[in-house]
């Protein structure tokens, strides 16, 4: 008995060999790899023109406080380091101006459709050993893209600060649409980090182009305004749904029932769920494997487990394309999504694979505010910087250098049929703004542009806080730039 009991121990503890007929790693791979989102017909692909120059960014210099690209700019106390980092590397700026004008961003799914170097630089996707049991991907390349996101955020403040302002700003613009290539892959993990580093670096884009406002033509500014940032843009179409969640755990549902009879099988539902659960905590295995024999016994089958996840993310597409300014659209964004009807007793296996996406429509909703309110405050800038002034009202740059469809603030509420546009005011006697705790004070002649966030409530710009909370969302002015202008330092949020 005890010889038995340590025999399954090691079992458990170093995986399973997939039983025959099942979906493998390298059978989704190969499913996953034929998406327009890993080929490009005819053209080499984003990834291969990035990686070999992730293979050879070094780790960024230890700092008093941890880095991200919010916390990255010239009066940081360890400029110096992040500054020397940057430079060091000028081939990844050139690989990113190259990756950005490829159609798809390419990287391939699986570990066996990579060499030995890339397995070891962490640049890949596991979906577990290729002949072994189907489990949890995990995207250790992302933290690459994590670390690419900082050095372009450290290389753009450092050619700014030397005079090259604009280059800085095409270098980050680069970078942004290539991780909205990255936006198109379909694990929700994927487009999850891609879509938040992206927001992430549209706000250092406003940081930087505030700053060096003096550095920056009219005539680029304006180009900005009405074509570079437009093509960061999510259409309800032109994002893609990520899918390969539901491939995932189709293969899985499939691998852990029995084919003839439809109902989970004796042996393998629970194997399969057991390492889906625990692929990253193995000392957790044996409590769940005695979880998941017990949800076996109340399961429901495979046919209605899989109907049920066609449902879940057939209502996922409609919100996905649903627009909340029409009446049809509003009923479906409004009713309760069939993700939260879901039975996890009945639909366990469902559960534990797929999560709820409204972290990700809260995302691309995001996405939306950022960039149209990025374009919105070039025009603006432009404005400043051809005719010295700001306008007095934000409908005399339509047409001259703000393009009035990206003025529309996604955040505000549908008023009599339409939503407004941000909200601009021209400053015409200094007064205060309270950034969360801290206040700072906008001069005479300041041009002001603010979201009024999602709760609608215009508070005409005294108070800017994290777009979850009270208060406008500041735009232009940056918040962060300025409490960095006037108390030397500090997190805009």
Known sequence: MMLIETSAVVLMAAGFTAASGTVTP??????????????????????TDLVPALRQLGAPPDTDTPLSPRSIWPGMADWQAVSDWAASG???????????????????????SIDQADLDAGLYIDLGDP??????????????????ALWTTAETWRLAASGEAEAGLTLLLDELLLLRRLADREFMEEKETAISMINEGLVVFRDVMYRHLDDISPQYLKHLAYTEIATLRPGRVSLFMPENDRKLCEALLSNAFDASL????????????????TVERPLQRFGARNRWEYLRQQHDSVENSKKRLHLIFDDWWCRWRSDDMTQMGSLILDRQSQFELLNIGRFAAIDVVIHDMKKLFDSRDRLLVEVNATATAAGLAAYRRDRGVYPKEMRLAFGVTIDKQFAIDEFALVSEGYRPWFVYRYIATRREVDIGTKRVWLEAGTGLL?????????????????EQGRGDLLIWPPAQELLREQLGGGSGK
Request: with cysteine; aromatic share 8%.
């Open 262 to 277: 439809g109902t989970p099988d004796d042996d393998e539902f629970a194997a399969v769920f057991t390492e889906v659960q």
């Open 90 to 112: 000028a081939t990844l700026g050139d690989a990113i101006e190259e990756a950005a004008k490829r159609p798809s961003f390419g990287l391939k799914y699986g570990r066996e």
């Open 26 to 47: 390298a059978d989704l791979a190969k499913d996953l790899n034929s998406h327009e989102s890993v080929t490009a017909a005819g053209e080499d692909t984003c990834w």
């Open 131 to 148: 002949d072994q049991r189907l489990v949890l991907p995990t995207f250790p390349y992302l933290a690459t893209m994590r670390r690419m």
């Open 450 to 466: 603010y979201s009024t966030g999602r709760d609608g409530m215009d508070g005409q710009g005294r108070l800017h806080v994290d």
